[in-house]
């Protein structure tokens, strides 16, 4: 039913949850796993074009390298894990790469945010889950960093 399952991430420490759901769905339907990391440009879109914005991304695709290092070491060896980055919106980004690599299945974290919070900051989950050509299975995910051991965490995460 599933052969491929999409499983973006962002870093954050409550991967772990979103990678076990998406490790067991792999496990009972020998799917592969891909991972995505998406660099939001659009949140450095003001910031001027200097020689230094080349040090902040080479920066962030760290970051990403680290978050998809950390997803290989809590899937699975008997898991394949596909590792990928992409640059743009991470909704756009998540449903475009799911598209292009006939993903069956995305399953990813949600936050949980309400109220004015998701009104003002929006939902990636949320727009995925409403511009998406496959199901969507969104984890709730815990925010705090004691949920992934300090050396799981990729820089940047705050500890």
Known sequence: MYDRILVPTDGSAGIRDVLEH???LATAHGSEIHGLYVIDTGRFSTLPNEPTWENVTQSLHREGEQALDMA???????????????????????????????????????????????????????????SAHVPVVTVPVETTPEDVPEDEQPAGVPQ
């Open 22 to 24: 998406a490790e067991s």
């Open 72 to 130: 290989r070491r809590l899937i699975d060896d008997d898991v394949t894990l596909t590792r990928a980055t992409a640059e743009g919106s991470p909704s756009r980004e998540i449903v475009n790469y799911a598209s292009q690599h006939d993903c069956d299945l995305i399953v990813m974290g949600t936050h949980g945010r309400g109220g004015i919070d998701r009104l003002l900051l929006g939902s990636v989950a949320e727009r995925v889950v409403r």
